[in-house]
């Protein structure tokens, strides 16, 4: 199949790849011409295992394209794929310019019967005005189709060649055919809807993770008080088949760029219908406080900030990404400096997306971990980095000045701690907190 994926940010560049890889011939269209220059020089713009050897093999086989020409894009291919932001506005609602721009540039260029896919994440209701702004443009007949995407960042490539299902939300004949078609390969679990539904089964997803994850941030606070461990809490829920064992890890709370953005996002949708979504907002209520426990456990081992010198391990908002985007490390940074305190932080690849998008100007960055925790007061890790893992206890201990280890993530077992002094504190597991 002839496709055009509009956008290349993680959704876009990951799903038009990955549709690429089989077997079919994709333009990936951007208007950023550094972007496309880039990858046109065979280079990627975000950090994604697995991605950037996609790339080489497909272009080189002749079937991936990327262009900033969209009008060209648009008339080459039978399937539109529509994959461009819908940032926060400043009230919460998804901001949808970026996809009426596309819309509108897409029915300009319309030169023959196409599918128009939507993937970014949209309010219910928003792939019926793409369709309004498109017949405005065009007499050419075309079809849309909402079919949201599931991947994580860090896992992109495999989560797209492998999803757990396929929504198409559709009111076409056609569309069924044709996309299930398309994404035949890849499950068994095609899922047709309308489309309104399949505009809410993203929104919905994403709100019922984030609830899972608050709500076990929870049950780690309350684990903490009566002598728990969350961790076995969470592996014993799991194995209840209507919980599930994913997304009940404990830590500092969900950052990224879709369960902040998303959660808001469907609060407002609901808000405009007169529906107050209390549990929703409950969920961001408590990601938002989850995370100013490392600063609480850090202020009852050490009492007042001031003065202290503080290292950070782990910016990115999760491991295998350089993304920062919502990442709890900000607050936690912005609120150690405001109390005096010397912050020095480390991350593996995060670092200069951290430095560009952080205004704390006394933040130092250090190029390794050692550096970071070096004759500190104390460490923090707030991303579950592997090699953070990796260094032996005791060699964190002779680094420090002082003994305190605050994990945000529990990323260290009870065993490894036994041959070292450290004043170790984690997140809702006895003896550790
Ligand atoms: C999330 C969803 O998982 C994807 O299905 C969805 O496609 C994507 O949003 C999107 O809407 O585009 P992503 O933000 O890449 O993907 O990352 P996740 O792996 O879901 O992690 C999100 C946050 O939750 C991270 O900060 C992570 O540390 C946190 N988390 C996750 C926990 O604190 N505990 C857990 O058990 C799981």
Known sequence: MKITVIGTGYVGLVSGVCFSELGNEVICVDHIEAKIEMLNRGEVPIYEPGLQTLIANNRERGRLRFSTDLGASVKHAEVIIIAVGTPSLPNGQANLSFIEQAASEIGQAMNGYKIIVTKSTVPVGTNERIRDIIAQHSKEPFDIASVPEFLREGT???????????????????????????????????????????????????????TK?????????????????????????????????????????????????????????????DYDFKLLKSVVEVNREQRFNVIRKLESLMGHLAGKTIGIWGLAFKPETDDVRDSPAFEIIAALT??????????????ENFRRNCDVDSLIYCDTAREAAWQADALCVLTEWKEFQHIPL???????????????????KEEQLANTQLVYYSVGRPGMN
Not at 163 to 185: A, N
Not at 338 to 351: L, R, S
């Open 156 to 210: 992109a490539v495999s989560d797209t060649m492998n999803p757990d299902r396929i929504i198409i939300g559709t009111d076409s004949e056609v569309v069924r055919e044709r996309l299930t078609e398309l994404h035949r390969s890849l499950t068994s679990n095609i899922i047709v809807t309308d489309i309104r539904s399949a505009e809410m089964i993203k929104y919905a997803s994403n709100a019922f993770l984030a």
């Open 213 to 273: 994850i608050s709500f076990i941030n929870e049950i780690a606070n309350i684990c903490e008080k009566v002598g728990a461990d969350v961790t076995k809490v969470a592996y014993g829920m799991g194995f209840d088949q209507r919980i599930g064992a994913s997304f009940l890890k404990a830590g500092i709370g969900y950052g990224g760029s879709c369960f902040p953005k998303d959660t808001q996002a469907l609060i407002q949708i609901a808000g405009q219908m």
């Open 338 to 351: 405001e109390m005096g305190a010397k912050v020095k932080a480390y991350d593996p690849i995060a670092a």
């Open 394 to 412: 005791s060699e964190i201990e002779s680094w420090l000045k002082s003994p305190y280890l605050i994990d945000g993530r529990n990323i260290y």
